[in-house]
T-cell receptor, first 113, second 110 residues
Framework: KAGVTQTPRYLIKTRGQQVTLSCSPI?????VSWYQQTPGQGLQFLFE???????NKGNFPGRFSGRQFSNSRSEMNVSTLELGDSALYLC????????????FGEGSRLTVL | AQRVTQPEKLLSVFKGAPVELKCNYS??????LFWYVQYSRQRLQLLLR??SRESIKGFTADLNKGETSFHLKKPFAQEEDSAMYYC????????????FGSGTRLLVRP
C-alpha cells in the first residue's frame, strides 16, 4: 500500500503570498488531518476532514484553510503568508480519524522570506 | 484545556540500560494516549497506544490516571531505539485530533 504522499516537499515563499499544499491519503482512508510542526511550538493540530467535511479545527487564524475532495485527497491553503508560518506541515490519514492510528506523510517544508 | 508534557528534551543512556520517557497529561475526561516515534529520516509513526496494552519493540507504557501519566519504558535500550518520541492524547469522545507533547530525543550510546 502506498503511504501518505505530500506535495510539494519543499517550497519558498515571500511574505504576503499564499500557498497550497496537497496530501494524498492511503487508499481507503477517509480521514485526513493536518499538523504544523515548528521548533518552538512543536506539533499543533490544524484541522481534520472526513468525507469532505471538516470535523475539527485547531486554534489557527482564518488565513489557514483546507478542504477535502471526494477521492479523499486534501489541500490546505495559507493566505497572506507571515514569517511565522515557516514550518513543516504534516498530513496524516486514517481510516476513521478519532482515536484511530494516524499515518503521517513526510511533510511539506515551507519557508517564508 | 488538554495538555501533554514531556519534561525531558533529551535522554541519553547507554546500550543495555533501562529507559523511561516521561509523559504527563492534563485532561478531565477519559483520554486515549499514544506514543509516536520518528526515527532518523523516517516518518512519524505510531509506536503504541494505551488501549492495546501491548509491548512493541520491547517498549511498554501504562496509563496511570491517578498520576495522569503515560510513561514509556524499556528494560534494555538498544542503539536502534535512538529516535524522537512524542506522547500524544486524544479525547475518547472522538474529537478527531491529537494533542502532542514537545517530544523527547532518546540517544542510546554504544
Amino acid at each position: 500500500k502506498a503511504g501518505v504522499t505530500q506535495t510539494p516537499r519543499y517550497l519558498i515563499k515571500t511574505r504576503g503570498q499564499q500557498v497550497t499544499l496537497s496530501c494524498s491519503p492511503i487508499s481507503g482512508h477517509r480521514s485526513v488531518s493536518w499538523y504544523q510542526q515548528t521548533p518552538g511550538q512543536g506539533l499543533q493540530f490544524l484541522f481534520e476532514y472526513f468525507s469532505e467535511t471538516q470535523r475539527n479545527k485547531g486554534n489557527f487564524p482564518g488565513r489557514f484553510s483546507g478542504r477535502q475532495f471526494s477521492n479523499s485527497r486534501s489541500e490546505m491553503n495559507v493566505s497572506t503568508l507571515e514569517l511565522g508560518d515557516s514550518a513543516l506541515y504534516l498530513c496524516a490519514s486514517s481510516s476513521t480519524g478519532g482515536s484511530g492510528e494516524l499515518f503521517f506523510g513526510e511533510g511539506s517544508r515551507l519557508t517564508v522570506l | 484545556a488538554q495538555r501533554v508534557t514531556q519534561p525531558e528534551k533529551l535522554l541519553s543512556v547507554f546500550k543495555g540500560a533501562p529507559v523511561e520517557l516521561k509523559c504527563n497529561y492534563s485532561y478531565s475526561g477519559s483520554p486515549e494516549l499514544f506514543w509516536y516515534v520518528q526515527y532518523s529520516r523516517q516518518r512519524l509513526q505510531l509506536l503504541l497506544r494505551h488501549i492495546s496494552r501491548e509491548s512493541i519493540k520491547g517498549f511498554t507504557a501504562d496509563l496511570n490516571k491517578g498520576e495522569t501519566s503515560f510513561h514509556l519504558k524499556k528494560p534494555f535500550a538498544q542503539e536502534e531505539d535512538s529516535a524522537m518520541y512524542y506522547c500524544a492524547l486524544s479525547r475518547m469522545d472522538s474529537s478527531y485530533k491529537l494533542i502532542f507533547g514537545s517530544g523527547t530525543r532518546l540517544l542510546v550510546r554504544p
